[in-house]
């Protein structure tokens, strides 16, 4: 049954919205400050699910997503979307491109339009913000400030767009998961996400991937994070092919798992892949 209520990135006008409208165009969007409270508010039945940035094209994963699904949450990921993102640079009416001395915007989307930034505005100091919406409306309270993000912001905010397209490359895509209390049931086109800690022992790592592509599975992603425990300790994040449920997916975790430690080692969820994912 598709969700009536989705938490999301706000305020109103952020990318993440547009991932809320595109996974469920006819639900309640609800808005929410941080990537904790969208998980707050699906854990507390104030919305049915949540939907938050995992990974960017250009600047690769959200730290503060990941962080939440290996530290704070144990919601599972029930569905993945896939949004182009277009940056636009945005002023206040009748403020142009020499008065500009700094530019507000997320994190990502100032990693995503470095190169731009340094061509055109390299003196221009950047400050982040927790939304691209915020950062729009932050900027509009000023004479010598500009903001990127989406050009729908503009157009809820009532900025002026000087540019549109400032991203450094194209595409540039973002991959949003959605958030729930438990994952989606097989569909024959999944993916599955999950984390572990190898022991500390040669060969682990080495290990863990043979349990994966010795069964025929794909794995699409792998990367490491720092544990938190100490340095020089990494959790590891994987994105494979299939089904948990599915017998060769299954079989490959119950192996992995005499590999890791299993107080770090947690399926985040099986899901379908989005129809439109670029294949490479």
């Excluded at 938050?52 to 029930?78: F, Q, R």
């Excluded at 990502?108 to 340094?118: N, P, T, V």
């Excluded at 097989?186 to 043979?210: H, I, M, Y």
Aim: hydrophobic share 40%; with cysteine.
């Amino acid at each position: 049954m598709p969700p009536r209520r989705v938490a999301y990135l706000g305020p109103v006008g952020t990318f993440s919205e547009a991932a809320a409208r595109l996974y469920a165009p006819a639900a309640e969007h609800l808005a929410q400050p941080n990537t904790a409270a969208i998980a707050h508010a699906v854990e507390q039945g104030a919305a049915d699910v949540g939907i938050v940035p995992i990974e960017n094209s250009l600047e690769g994963s959200v730290p503060d997503t990941l962080d939440l699904l290996i530290h704070e949450s144990k919601l599972s990921i029930c569905a993945e979307v896939v949004v182009p993102i277009v940056q636009c640079l945005m002023v206040k009416a009748g403020t142009t491109l020499d008065r500009i001395r700094t530019v507000h915007s997320h994190p990502q989307s100032l990693g995503q339009c470095r190169h731009f930034l340094e061509r055109t505005l390299p003196h221009a100091e950047q400050m982040a913000h927790v939304s691209n919406a915020a950062a729009v409306q932050e900027m509009l309270k000023r004479e010598d400030a500009a903001a990127i993000g989406p050009e729908r912001s503009a157009e809820l905010y009532g900025a002026q767009v000087l540019q549109r397209c400032v991203q450094d490359r194209s595409p540039n895509d973002t991959r949003f998961v959605v958030l729930a209390d438990a994952d989606h049931s097989p569909t024959g086109k999944d993916k599955t996400s999950l984390c572990f800690e190898v022991q500390d022992r040669p060969g682990a790592l080495l290990s863990v991937v043979q349990a994966i592509s010795g069964r025929g599975i794909n794995l699409r992603k792998i990367e490491s994070r720092p544990s938190k425990e100490q340095l020089g300790t990494y959790l590891f994040l994987v994105d494979l092919e299939g089904h948990r449920l599915e017998p060769a997916v299954a079989a490959a975790l119950d192996e992995i798992r005499q590999f890791c430690r299993p107080e770090h080692t947690r399926v985040f969820g099986s899901y379908p892949r989005f129809e439109s994912e670029r294949r490479p």
